[in-house]
Nanobody
Framework: QVQLVESGGGLVQAGDSLRLSCAAS??????VGWFRHVPGKDREFVAG????????TYSDSVKGRFDISRNNARSTVYLQMNSLKPEDTAVYYC??????????????????????WGQGTQATVSS
């Protein structure tokens, strides 16, 4: 059974940066996505990456500020979050799909593609 463990969250000030990590163990995963959730709101897609890392996608709210990358040798996916805003405050979850082929035009923001979810890491941005 694949397990995902997020780390790197914390409390920062507006304009600061955080780097989240998602480490996978117990098996191979393909696409990986980051989602975030604020109590009382719907879960929101943040960023996604293909297995090769050549395809990435971002929500409009983070485009230009966040960067997703992966190191398959370390079974780890990263989310570099720059120019953080108070509205980025949320619990950030890593999600991954089991190893299988996806079409090149897959919607990485579709949560139904993901089979495994981490426990989340809190990121809090103060104004």
């Amino acid at each position: 059974q694949v397990q995902l463990v997020e780390s790197g969250g914390g409390l920062v000030q507006a304009g600061d940066s955080l780097r989240l990590s998602c480490a996978a163990s117990g098996g191979t995963v393909s696409i990986v996505g980051w989602f975030r959730h604020v109590p009382g709101k719907d879960r929101e897609f943040v960023a996604g990456i293909s297995w090769s890392g050549t395809s990435t996608t971002y929500s409009d709210s983070v485009k230009g500020r966040f960067d997703i990358s992966r190191n398959n040798a370390r079974s780890t996916v990263y989310l570099q979050m720059n120019s953080l805003k108070p509205e980025d405050t949320a619990v950030y979850y890593c999600a991954a799909a089991r190893a299988r082929l996806f079409p090149s035009n897959i919607d990485l923001g579709d949560a139904s593609h993901y089979d495994y979810w981490g426990q989340g890491t809190q990121a809090t941005v103060s104004s």
